[in-house]
């Protein structure tokens, strides 16, 4: 394959010199990846982890929202690790929440206890970066996976570069458009219903409760999704949406919802008028439950590329550090025993598999009020914040098919 390429490195050197073949290639260095190659290197696998980005965890792709340990334990009750890998250093965390403020589209209010961390996500990203490279991984960015063969040959970008590589095992981690998971045959069935595009500000000047995350519904600001105030201090928060398409209107861009929301909305306004933009980004999110495959005789998916989100919130950190750590023991099992890395699938089907499709059902229910604001609003005061603390927290509070006939007569009569 020719000598080794230069890649931009994690490390204060510069550059180093990569070889062509690893034991392990994960594709992506956020939190599932990264905490992937931690287990496969702290084993003592040769492992690459490689990512399109200048930087870690940058730019910031989330609303920087984590659940509490003790949230964990009960969000994920399946998952004793969710709990653990949850509980970070203080110094990545800027805000402590303990409360949460759900607005109808007719501005009702509900309120129930929910204890979680804002965090830094750069920092959250750096952190779990410099545990695997201390595991003994070795990061490279700025490049791009650009093919999977099914013999795990790697092509890589960088720098208008080709390079080949090849790898045992392959952990995609490349998030929502995967080279990975198309390698694995995955497609989304229904795009526009599937993928969440987002917009996130951090806005400073504005007048927030530091203990309360909010989160507001209605066509006009988020269509099919929801708008959001993660509160960073008393002063200063991310305020984002996240909507999808086929419920607004296909003409009105991103930045026009989150403007509706910040100069519109009659309980956001008033506080958000005088506030000033710090950064923006926009990340595309997948709300459609995990994708068909995630994993092959020599590889498995991981985090965003897997579908591994809570569809029905858009949550998707703690299943990432979660999915990812069941992932680097799956790849050290098979690589030390010849174990299938369909234990990987069986895995964390075991652990997190109940909660991500919950919420996928939560959604499907959802999607059949939400493009009535009226009908959506009389449904949330009907379910109220005894039913709606559940449903938040990915758990329906009576059985699905119970739910879907309650909801068709409940539609029944409020039409």
């Given amino acids: 394959m020719g000598a080794p390429n230069p890649f931009f490195s994690l490390t204060d050197a510069p550059y180093i010199m990569v070889e062509n073949s690893y ?30 980005r200048k930087e870690i965890g940058v730019p910031i792709h989330c609303g920087e929202f984590l659940p509490a340990p003790r949230e964990m334990r009960d969000l994920l009750r399946n998952s004793p690790r969710a709990a653990r890998l949850v509980d970070i250093p203080s110094n990545l965390i800027t805000n402590r929440t303990n409360r949460l403020m759900l607005v109808s589209p007719l ?22 970066a410099t545990k695997a490279e201390n595991a003994g991984a070795e990061i ?8 999977r063969s099914k ?6 970008r960088q720098d208008g570069q080709s390079v080949e590589m090849t790898a045992r095992v392959v952990i995609g981690a490349d998030g929502p458009s995967s080279i990975i998971s ?20 951090v ?43 086929p419920f607004g209107a296909p003409e009105v861009p991103l930045k026009e919802y989150l403007r509706r929301f910040i100069k519109g909305h009659p309980l956001v306004f008033p506080r958000t008028g005088n506030s ?8 595309i999110i997948p709300v459609g439950g995990p994708v068909d495959r995630t994993y092959s005789e020599n590889a498995v998916l991981v985090g965003d590329a897997a579908g591994h989100v809570m569809a029905s919130n858009g949550g998707g950190i703690p299943t990432a550090v979660a999915g990812g750590e069941i992932a680097g023991e799956s790849v050290v099992n098979h690589l030390a025993d010849g174990v299938s890395l369909s234990s990987y699938e069986e895995m964390w089907r075991n652990e997190i598999g109940k909660e ?13 009020v939400m493009p009535s604001d009226r009908i959506t609003d009389q449904c949330m005061r009907l379910a109220g914040s005894r039913y709606l603390k559940h449903l938040i927290r990915c758990r329906l509070p009576v059985p699905v098919d119970f739910a879907s006939k309650t909801l068709v007569r409940v539609l029944g009569y409020l039409e």
């Fill in 23 to 52: 034991d392990v290639i994960v594709v992506g260095a956020g939190p599932a990846g990264c905490t992937a190659a931690r287990v496969t290197a702290a084993a003592g696998y040769k492992t690459l982890v490689v990512d399109r």
């Fill in 276 to 283: 000033t933009i710090v950064t923006r980004v926009g990340a």
């Fill in 151 to 156: 013999s795990n040959r790697l092509v890589m």
């Fill in 140 to 147: 490279v960015l700025k490049s791009a996976a650009i093919e």
């Fill in 203 to 245: 806005l400073t000047e504005i007048d927030c409760d530091p203990q309360t995350t909010e989160m507001y519904f209605g066509n006009t600001i988020a269509p099919g999704g929801y708008a959001w105030i993660i509160p960073k201090s008393d002063d200063t928060a991310n305020v984002g949406f996240g909507m999808r398409r």
């Fill in 182 to 201: 198309k390698s694995l045959g995955n497609h989304y069935h229904n795009p526009g219903r599937d993928l969440c595009p987002s917009l996130n500000y």
């Fill in 356 to 368: 991500l499709y919950t919420a996928l059902r939560i959604l499907r229910i959802a999607d059949q």
């Fill in 107 to 128: 501005s009702n209010e509900f309120y129930f206890k929910l204890d979680a961390r804002v965090i830094d996500r750069t920092k959250f990203d750096m952190h779990l």
